[in-house]
């Protein structure tokens, strides 16, 4: 036994979970190495961005107040731009989460009379009272901009004459999420999105092209903005905060989108020239910085979940050896007791409010109660270790990040562990 195997049974994990574990990741070092492949080209995308735009250190001075002459802040938003090819980038800590981010984007870049348009279904829970599906104070519906939705077809493929009927002459941006979120479709790759927007324009040349990037960013050595997306949107404490930034959202696309979506976060009149950055500047710099190698530990962990909770007997989406676009995990556990085990081994693993026990409990906009494990350092960040899900057959868990592969290896075998301890039999 070695000194690391040691630390695992002291840590609560038995001999047969390690050697499971140990089985299962025998298969994987193939796949690790892909992943770690596209880790290293983006890691050279990234720094290639920051030695063009000469950052410095005099860029992590925090600045108050107004924020003018902000330098960091102004050189962060280059650095942004060059790294998803865009022609300029507005990275805030004053956009407070990824639906922020997608509202903004969203109402900054509508008008009223416009028309809305996914072409992939269902957009994530959190922007149906944003656009007003479900009607809310505020929404893009009170403002008079519609929407329409084209579902996917039952395989999962896009419905191109649904598509190309639903467009008309008030249909003004096509949104387009990435990531299945928490939706049972598959996640798209890079390709099918360049193909979907390459489709919408030769239709309708002027239509805007959103993406909401949410999950996706550094999982391929491309962006959607390198096919054609006017727009890229997300969350600083998701993949491209690199666990580092305490807060924030981007939005990166064309110089007419990203000013628009300037003057909506401040004022028209002030846009991008004010917005203190309040001493975030080195989090975001070396959050970023981090970034292709988070996103790697964590599609890692994903997929260590997947092939272990596969080989167990579990239903996992996606499966195992599929081809991954994002870091999201599901596993169909089958009962609320092994939805809870599952997260109680997730949280004992945490470095934070390790020995909180998760319940469920109800939530707003869920039907059913929801549980959740994170023991995070910035609240809520899903690309720390998380899982979470809605307690409602088939007892879907999501499970998510792991800002080290180490964290989350030890994450998911002692959620395996707490499953066995709640009955489960290997
Ligand atoms: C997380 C997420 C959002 C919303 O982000 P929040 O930061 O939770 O507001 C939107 N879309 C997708 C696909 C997401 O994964």
Redesign the pocket.
């Known amino acids: 036994m070695t000194e690391t195997e040691k630390m695992y049974l002291e840590g609560g994990v038995s001999k047969e979970v390690l050697a499971l574990a140990d089985e299962v990741l025998g298969e994987l070092s193939e796949r690790f190495e892909r992943i770690d492949r596209i880790a290293e080209y983006n890691q050279l995308k990234v720094l290639g961005a920051m030695r063009k735009n000469r950052v410095d250190s005099s860029h992590f001075a925090a600045t108050t107040g107004y924020g003018y002459n902000d330098a960091g802040r102004d050189t962060l938003e280059k650095v942004y731009a060059d790294v998803f090819h865009t022609e300029d980038a507005l990275v805030r800590s004053q956009i407070t ?4 981010a ?1 509202n903004l984007a969203l109402s900054s870049n509508l008008r009223p009379g416009d028309e809305l348009l996914s072409p992939v279904g269902k ?2 829970d ?2 149906e009272e944003v656009i007003g599906i479900r009607p809310s104070m505020g929404s893009l519906a009170e403002y008079g901009v519609t929407y329409a939705q084209v579902d996917l077809l039952p395989d999962g493929g896009f419905d191109w004459d649904g598509i190309r009927n639903a467009i008309n002459e008030r249909t003004r941006l096509v949104t387009i ?3 299945k ?1 928490y939706a049972s479709r598959p996640t798209l790759s890079v390709a099918q999105i360049g193909e979907l927007i390459a489709f919408v324009k030769s239709i309708k040349p002027d239509l805007i092209c959103m993406v ?1 990037n ?2 996706g960013e550094f999982t391929e050595t491309i962006e959607p903005s390198d096919l054609g997306a006017d727009m890229v949107v997300g ?1 600083l ?2 993949n491209p905060g690199g666990g580092l930034a305490p807060a924030g ?1 981007y939005i990166c696309g064309s110089a007419a989108c990203v000013e628009n979506a300037a003057r909506r976060l401040t004022s028209p009149g002030l846009g991008r020239e004010v917005g203190a950055n309040l001493g975030t500047n080195p989090a975001f710099y070396q959050g970023f910085f981090l970034a292709p190698t988070v996103t790697a530990s964590a599609e890692k962990g994903a997929i260590f979940a997947a092939k272990l909770y596969e080989r167990l007997g579990f239903k996992v989406h996606p499966a195992g050896d599929a081809e991954r676009h994002d870091i ?1 995990q599901a596993i169909d556990l089958g009962s609320p007791e092994y939805m809870k085990a599952f997260c109680l081994g997730i949280q004992a693993a945490a470095p934070v409010d390790s020995y909180v026990v998760p319940e469920p409990y109800p939530m707003p906009g869920y039907d059913d109660d929801v549980i959740m494990a994170a023991g995070a350092f910035v609240q ?1 960040a ?1 690309i720390e270790l998380s899982a979470d899900g809605p307690l409602r057959p088939p007892y879907t868990v999501y499970f998510q990040g792991g800002i080290t592969w180490y964290h989350a290896k030890y994450g998911i075998m002692l959620s395996l562990q707490k499953l066995i301890d709640a009955g489960f039999k290997l």
């Open positions: 989460c990824g639906t922020h997608l957009p994530y959190t922007l999420q990435r990531s979120g909401d949410c999950y969350s404490i998701k959202g999201i809520g899903s």
